[in-house]
Each structure stands twice: as C-alpha cells, then as structure tokens.
C-alpha cells in the first residue's frame, strides 16, 4: 500500500512539475494553431470580424495570386541559397577551428557571435546602412575609386544582401558541427594516414560520414529558419525593389497586420506549415540513404 501511494505521489508530482509548460504549450501554441486553421477558411478580418465561414477562397488564392506565388519561387530561392552555403560555411569554420591553433577559443567566440546578433532588429538596421548608397561600402569602394551598385535599389542584388544576411550568422551551425567533430575517433584518422590517405580523402571518407547525424539536423533546423525568415527582408528593404525580396513570411504580415485580412494570412501560414512539413519529411526518408548512426 505504501508503494501504491508513493509511485501515485510521484505520478502526481511530475503532472505538477509540467503544468506550466502545459498551460503554457495550449494557449500560446495550440490554441492559436487551431485558430489559425479554422481562421484560414473564413473571410476574418481583424476588424470587422467573420462573415463567410467554411471558404476555400483563401486556398485558391494562395495558389492563384501572381503576387503570392512570386513570393513563394522567392521564398524558395532564398532557401535554397541560403542553407547550402550557411551550411558550407560552418563545416568549413568549424573544421578549421578543430585544429589545436593559439587563441583557437577567440576565434570560436568571434565567429559565434554573429548567430546571436544577427536576427536582432540592431544588426538589420546596421546592414542596412553598410550597403545603403551612400553607406560604408560604397565609401570603401570610392576610395579605390570604384563607384559602388544601388546595392538595395536594384533587384539583382537586393535578395543577394539578404541572403548574405542570413549565411553570416553560422555560428550556432557551426558550433553544432565543432562538436560533433570532437567526437569523431582519432584512430580512424591514425588507420587512415597510415594507409596513404591524405587530408582531403580523410574529411570525406572519415570526417563527413561521422558526422551526418548533425549535418541532417542543421540540415532541417537551417530550412525551418530560411522559409521563416522575416527581420532581413523587413527591416532591410521591406520586400523591394520591386517585391524582390519579398519573402512568403513578410507577405503574411503584411495581409494580416496591414490589410487586417486574417484570413487570408491564416491560409497562407498553413500552405508554408505544408511545404515545410514536406521538406521535413522527405529529408527524414533521405537519412537512410547518406546519414551514419553509430548503431548501425
């Protein structure tokens, strides 16, 4: 009897111990999620409320509207410059700082501190100003004598800026990929130099493999973050010139928190929740293919 009551006492305790993440999960993440989906085939406006229920307009012209679907090939080519090259980078830095150099923990700093700066509204306001026409790029650039592009101003390089945005802050990535190369053995290296393989075949037959398991977890966390991303093209040029960084993200702001169309902006979220879903979904189906779990 005295076993019943303790393990019930423990049951109860730890229901206890979860409850604010609970209540907290229900209404700041379920409970807008269900609204959202049930907001999404209504005509709601943040103002004068719901008139048309069980719609399916906001669906057709998710997939219909010109703008809407330039911001999606948008969306996607953001993404897709984006993390390979974020990705590219942080292995690279990474592999580099897992060598015992001096002042190795400077540099680790140094190249992490931009993942925590660089969502900041701070940082887009200061990019902003370094590649402005008249800003400290195109400065540096007169006083070689090169006259520097409209680099916000012009369409061909506007997406480009937004997207070095984005690859600059590696480091959370980075810091990911430095550990898990802590963990790689050394005898594997040791076997591998003594039967003639030099650097560049050990990072990709050794290094690599060993560690897939955090190259598909940055993998997905990387375009979770790309096809969510609003702060750079807001803050930086606020979807121009000419809509061309108009991200799928800030178009969803801009239907809800400018044209009060809910509704609409609901759907829009759902089709982006779906493509994420999608690309989640088929990069787990993947990893059986190319990622190396110790266990197997």
């Known amino acids: ?167 600059w802050q590696f480091g959370s990535a980075m810091v990911l990929f430095l550990a898990a190369l802590k963990g790689v053995p050394q005898d594997l290296y040791e076997a591998a130099s003594i039967d003639g393989a030099g650097k560049w075949r050990q990072f990709f037959s050794i290094t690599v493999p060993m560690i897939t398991p955090v190259i598909f977890y940055n993998l997905i966390t990387q375009i979770a973050q790309a096809f969510q991303e609003f702060n750079g093209p807001y803050i930086i040029t606020n979807g121009g010139p000419l809509g061309s960084t108009t991200l799928v993200s800030l178009l969803i702001y801009n239907s809800a928190f400018r044209q009060y169309n809910m509704g609409m902006a609901s759907a829009m979220a759902w089709v982006l929740f779906i493509i994420l879903a999608a690309f989640t979904a088929i990069a787990t189906v993947s990893q059986k293919y190319w990622v190396f779990y110790g266990d197997e």
């Not at 730890?14 to 269900?34: H, R, S």
């Not at 085939?41 to 997939?63: C, M, P, S, W």
């Not at 700066?117 to 402005?132: D, N, T």
């Open 1 to 167: 009897m005295t076993k019943t009551k303790k393990n019930s006492f423990g049951e109860i305790a730890g229901f206890v111990f979860i409850l604010p993440w609970l209540i907290g999960f229900l209404i700041f993440k379920a409970y807008p999620m269900v609204s959202s989906l049930y907001y999404s085939f209504t005509d709601n406006n943040l103002f004068t409320g719901t008139n048309v229920v069980g719609t399916l307009q906001n669906y057709i012209n998710v997939f219909t509207d010109p703008n809407i679907k330039k911001a999606m090939g948008i969306t996607f080519r953001y993404a897709f410059m984006t993390v390979p090259l974020k990705l590219v980078f942080a292995l690279f830095i990474a592999y580099i700082l897992n060598f015992k150099i001096k002042g190795v923990n400077l540099f680790r700093t140094a190249y992490y501190v931009p993942s925590i700066l660089g969502g900041s509204v701070a940082i887009a306001v200061l990019w902003k100003a370094v590649f402005r026409d008249d800003g400290l790029l195109n400065t540096i650039l007169g006083f070689v004598g090169i006259k520097g592009p409209s680099w916000l101003a012009d369409p061909n390089y506007a997406i480009f800026i937004i997207c070095l945005l984005r690859v």
